[in-house]
């Protein structure tokens, strides 16, 4: 199963923040946080990953709390090709015998003129 | 960035017939690789994990002998849908990583089956 829950849908305006809340309570301490997009008939994108510092790239930002119980992923200034699905998974991001990475249903974004 | 071609992009094949997918990892060697398929609205499914030179882990419900996967390289894994049916129709993808940390996806691949 999935470690990981997010909402199922959200909307944001083009030119805003898109802040996409992810939780992983159960994430173990050399668990990453990573996330994915996917655009229709697409393969998953890579866009960020953290462990329990905030990351910034090009793509996003990406701010873990405390606690790493949950994240955010944060598109700085959303557009119209941002339009896709998002997923927040949790690995242990480097070479083990049980590195799976499973998908949950991520959070379909919608980037509205 | 690393990149990871995958092909067919698409293939429409007739039932009873198999298919295979080539997963290609073009600048870097990927020690283990994965294989999922993806039904329309839904998220991606994962079917097996790949390591070079040994034999593939199946998820639990995914049959071995339908889905044969071979990762003979470090850059190469095939997956064929043996003996395909309209019910195995979908879009599978495979993904490849690296020596660090991170997971590249390929393209896709849409398998109709008539």
């Known amino acids: 199963d999935a470690k990981t829950t997010q909402p199922t849908s959200m909307d944001c305006a083009e030119g805003r923040a898109a802040n996409l809340p992810c939780n992983h309570s159960?994430?173990?301490?050399?668990?990453?946080v990573y996330w994915y997009r996917q655009i229709h008939s697409q393969g998953p994108q890579y866009i960020i990953h953290g462990l329990k510092n905030n990351e910034t790239n090009e793509m996003a930002s990406l701010i873990i709390t405390e606690d790493r119980k949950s994240s955010t992923l944060i598109l700085p200034h959303a557009t119209l090709r941002d339009t896709a699905v998002y997923y927040c998974?949790?690995?242990?991001?480097?070479?083990?015998?049980?590195?799976?990475?499973?998908f949950g249903p991520g959070t379909s974004l919608s980037v509205i003129p | 960035g690393a990149v990871v071609s995958q092909h067919p992009s698409w293939v429409i094949c007739k039932s009873g017939t198999s298919v295979k997918i080539e997963c290609r990892s073009l600048?870097?060697?990927?020690?283990?690789m994965f294989w999922y398929r993806q039904f329309p609205k839904q998220s991606l499914m994962l079917m097996a994990t790949s390591n070079e030179g040994s034999k593939a882990t199946y998820e639990q419900g995914v049959e071995k002998d339908k889905f044969l996967i071979n990762h003979a390289s470090l850059t190469l894994s095939t997956l064929t849908v043996t003996s395909a049916h309209p019910e195995d129709s979908s879009f599978y993808i495979c993904?490849?990583?690296?020596?660090?940390?991170?997971?590249?996806f390929g393209s896709g691949t849409q398998l109709s089956v008539l």
């Open positions: 600048d870097f060697q990927a020690t283990t």
């Open positions: 993904s490849a990583r690296d020596l660090g940390e991170k997971l590249f």
């Open positions: 159960t994430i173990s301490g050399n668990e990453y």
């Open positions: 998974i949790v690995r242990v991001g480097q070479k083990t015998s049980y590195d799976k990475v499973i």
